[in-house]
């Protein structure tokens, strides 16, 4: 009979889904130390919900799976169970009709593929079975429609209450429905306000589990606009692994503290290059940039999201790469960070 490892026991856990998700309870990172003395074995996690069900089914799964593990005699699961903190609501800021969370994806500066984060992240939260809007903030410079391929023009009701766009199942939002491809939108900062008013309370988003908001870069009008009038479930920051993203991306971070809107992590885009003729790993960006940030903010790191030919191609061609192909590894590591996203925001009993 083999001897009992951690490892082999870490293999045993791994069976166990996380309650109402398809990942499983390992790379959800709970287990925290597991103790192996002869045929017995102690293994300790830690679980941040408020639903009790929740830890009393891991622990109860994970306790029959390790005693089906031969070897072990006695297995005993402890968990230290933490509460989500609520962040204090910002003043004046309320919810959207209709929608339960609101997510706000963000970066301190431009060029690190939030766009294509906010895209795929919403393909990929109605993947997980939630209803999804995805709304383009970006006024001057909006990519939605041309991500996802459409160039149909919204229409509005005799109220004035504009229809979104419906595609792959997500309701969308963009300026760039409003605009003809080569057409800048020329406009003061009064007016950019009152388009994001506009898409956000006059767009008939219906019932939605989450509405994505994709923000501008930077910490302008736009996104003060947004975080001190809508009540957001929290924001996920994009960055890549160079400093010069890490700064701007705490910048962002410090930005949605100030006004008690939580983190809900960070992704790290353009992590690093597989070279498809050999495998071959290249850390373009450098390397362990958005752990080490993700750490020093206290926050958890979502996701790492390699640069990858085909998430290129299937963007401009106007299909999100979780889209297109949902068994490719950037739409996994899609998958994963909205059932962590999920796992973060959602009370307990919520289903969708």
Not at 37 to 56: I, N, Y
Not at 111 to 119: C, I, N, W
Not at 280 to 287: C, E, K, L, Q
Request: aromatic share 4%.
């Amino acid at each position: 009979m083999p001897a009992l490892t951690q490892e082999s026991v870490r293999a045993q856990l791994a069976q166990i889904r996380y309650p109402g998700f398809s990942r499983d309870i390992v790379s959800f990172g709970l287990v925290k130390d597991i103790q192996i003395d002869g045929g017995r074995v102690v293994v300790q996690m830690q679980v941040a919900t408020g639903d009790l069900s929740v830890p009393e089914a891991i622990k109860h799964n994970s306790e029959a799976v390790l005693l089906a593990l031969p070897g072990v005699t006695e297995a005993s699961v402890r968990i230290d169970v933490h509460a989500p903190a609520a962040a204090p609501a910002t003043p004046g800021a309320t919810a959207i009709e209709g929608v339960t969370h609101v997510v706000a994806v963000a970066s301190g500066k431009g060029g690190v593929g939030k766009s294509t984060v906010a895209a795929n992240l919403a393909v990929a939260l109605r993947q997980t079975g939630a209803s999804v809007g995805l709304c383009d903030c970006d006024i001057y410079g909006p990519s939605v429609a041309m991500m996802f391929g459409s160039r149909e023009r919204p229409m509005a009701t005799e109220d004035n209450i504009i229809i979104p766009i419906e595609t792959v199942g997500l309701k969308l939002m963009s300026m760039g429905f409003l605009l003809d491809d080569d057409s800048p939108a020329v406009l003061r900062g009064p007016m950019v306000s009152r388009y994001t008013q506009q898409f956000l309370r006059q767009v008939d988003w219906g019932r939605l589990d989450y509405l994505v908001l994709d923000l501008p870069p930077g910490t302008g009008d736009i996104q003060l606009t947004i975080v001190q009038t809508v009540a957001l479930a929290g924001a996920v920051i994009v960055t890549t692994p160079q400093e010069v993203a890490l700064i701007d991306a705490r910048k962002a971070s410090s930005m949605f503290s100030k006004v008690n809107v939580p983190v809900l992590g960070l992704v790290e885009n353009m992590s690093y290059f597989l070279c498809p003729s050999d495998g071959t790993r290249y850390d373009i960006f450098g390397s362990g940039g958005g752990e080490r940030e993700a750490k020093r903010l206290g926050v958890p790191l979502l996701g790492q999201i390699p640069i990858d030919i085909a998430t290129r191609e299937s963007g401009d061609r106007g299909m999100p790469i979780t889209q297109a192909d949902r068994r490719s590894p950037v739409s996994l590591a899609f998958i994963q960070i909205a059932e962590g996203i999920r796992r973060t925001v959602e009370t307990p009993g919520e289903s969708t």
